[in-house]
C-alpha cells in the first residue's frame, strides 16, 4: 500500500470487507487464525514516498480471490480507502470450464463458467472446427475447416454466441485462457448444429412412361453440402400439364444415390409434369426440381376377335380375347356392327371377319 505525505503512524488493510489493523511499522497481528505483519520502507524520501508491505501467513489457495484495500493515518489526518484489488495467483490458468450448446441451424452458444480475475486472466481464445467426415450426413465428407476468436479480458462477456456454422454439422471446440505467466491448456467439447430442411433440389430427374397408365421416375441426391441434415425420404408431385391438381407420393430414398418411384393409374395418352424434393428426418421438405414433361403411351391394341356366329334369324354371337392391358383396368368393350353383302360359298350362320 504506497503513500505518500509525512509518514503515516498507522496502516488498515481491509480484506473482503472485514478490518485488519491499525498496523505500526513491524507490527504484526492474528485475527481469524491467520497472522498479518506490516514492513514499512521509504521508496521515494525527497516525495515522502512509502510502501506498506503486509505479509499474510495463510495458505496460497486460500488467500487467492480475496480483494484487499487499505487507508493511512498520520499525524496529520486518515486518507481515503484505495480502490480494491484481488489476489491473482502467478501461475498458468486451468483449462477453462464452459457450457456450449447448439442454439440454431448455423449457431452455437458459449457461456463461461470461470472467474477470470481469480487467475488474472488477460486474454482467452476460442477455435472451433469441423473435422473431414466429422459431419452427421454419412456419406458427406466435407474438407475440414476452423477458426479462432480471441477476446481481452475486459471484453469477455458471460456468453458469446459463434455464428456462420454449418447446419447439421459436429464442431469440436477448444477454449484456451492466457495471463502473464502463460496459456492454459486447451478444453474441448464436442457439439452438432440442428439440422435443417435441404437447400437444393436432387441434382438429376429423369422419367419414362412404361406403360399407358404408368411413368417411372428416377433422380440423384441432393449435393452434399445442400442436405442439411439426414435425408430419409423424398416427395414426388405429378399431375397433368393442362390440370392444377396435383398428386403427391412419398418415397423411402437414399441421401446418397437418390431414388425411383413408378406412378400408376395415369391417364393415357396424357402429358405429367413431375417434380421432387428431398424430405429430411424432421419432416422438412427442401424445394422441388424444375418440372419434367412426360406422355404416357396411348392404347395402341385391340381385343381379337374369334368368332361371329348367327344365333338365330336375328341375333349374332360375337366372341373375342380378353384385351391384356397391363396397368389399366377394362372396364367396357363396346362392339361395333354393321349390314355387309352376304359371302358367296358360306352357310348362313358362319360370317367369320378377320381384324
Not at 276 to 294: E, H, L, R
Request: one cysteine or more; proline letters at 6%.
Amino acid at each position: 500500500c504506497t503513500s505518500t505525505g509525512s509518514v503515516a503512524t498507522n496502516v488498515t488493510f481491509i480484506r473482503n470487507g472485514t478490518t485488519v489493523g491499525p498496523l505500526r511499522d513491524g507490527e504484526s497481528m492474528e485475527f481469524g487464525g491467520v497472522t498479518y505483519q506490516l514492513t514499512q520502507t521509504v521508496t521515494d524520501r525527497a516525495q515522502s514516498t512509502y510502501q506498506n508491505v503486509l505479509t499474510i501467513n495463510q495458505p496460497l489457495a486460500e488467500i487467492i480471490g480475496s480483494a484487499f484495500s487499505c487507508s493511512v493515518e498520520n499525524t496529520i489526518g486518515t486518507s481515503p480507502t484505495s480502490q480494491p484489488f484481488i489476489i491473482t495467483r502467478k501461475d498458468v490458468p486451468p483449462p477453462p470450464s464452459a457450457t456450449i450448446v447448439a442454439v440454431s441451424s448455423t449457431a452455437i452458444k458459449i457461456s463461461w463458467e470461470d472467474d477470470f480475475q481469480r487467475y488474472g486472466v488477460i486474454s482467452c481464445t476460442v477455435s472451433y472446427e469441423r473435422a473431414t467426415g466429422d459431419m452427421q450426413q454419412g456419406p458427406c465428407h466435407l474438407t475440414g475447416h476452423s477458426n479462432n476468436l480471441t477476446f481481452a479480458s475486459h471484453d469477455m462477456e458471460t456468453a458469446i454466441i459463434v455464428t456462420g456454422l454449418e447446419e447439421f454439422s459436429t464442431y469440436t471446440v477448444k477454449i484456451k485462457t492466457r495471463n502473464e505467466v502463460g496459456c492454459s491448456s486447451p478444453s474441448t467439447w464436442k457439439v452438432t448444429t440442428w439440422p435443417a430442411a435441404p437447400s437444393s433440389a436432387p441434382e438429376w430427374v429423369n422419367s419414362t412412361a412404361t406403360t399407358s397408365t404408368t411413368i417411372t421416375v428416377q433422380w440423384g441426391a441432393v449435393p452434399c453440402m445442400d442436405q442439411n441434415s439426414e435425408i430419409t425420404a423424398y416427395k414426388v408431385q405429378y399431375g397433368p400439364v393442362d390440370s392444377s391438381h396435383k398428386t403427391t407420393d412419398t418415397v423411402t430414398g437414399s441421401a446418397s444415390t437418390g431414388g425411383m418411384h413408378t406412378m400408376i393409374g395415369l391417364i393415357p395418352s396424357t402429358n405429367y409434369s413431375i417434380e421432387v424434393a428431398a424430405v429430411n428426418s424432421d419432416g422438412d421438405v427442401g424445394p422441388f426440381t424444375p418440372s419434367i414433361i412426360t406422355a404416357t403411351t396411348s392404347i395402341t391394341s385391340s381385343p381379337r376377335i374369334i368368332s361371329l356366329k348367327a344365333s338365330n334369324a336375328t341375333a349374332i354371337l360375337v366372341t373375342w380375347m380378353v384385351l391384356e392391358l397391363p396397368g389399366w383396368n377394362v372396364s367396357q368393350y363396346t362392339v361395333y356392327h354393321t349390314t355387309v353383302p352376304r359371302i358367296q360359298g358360306r352357310s348362313d350362320d358362319e360370317h367369320e371377319f378377320p381384324g
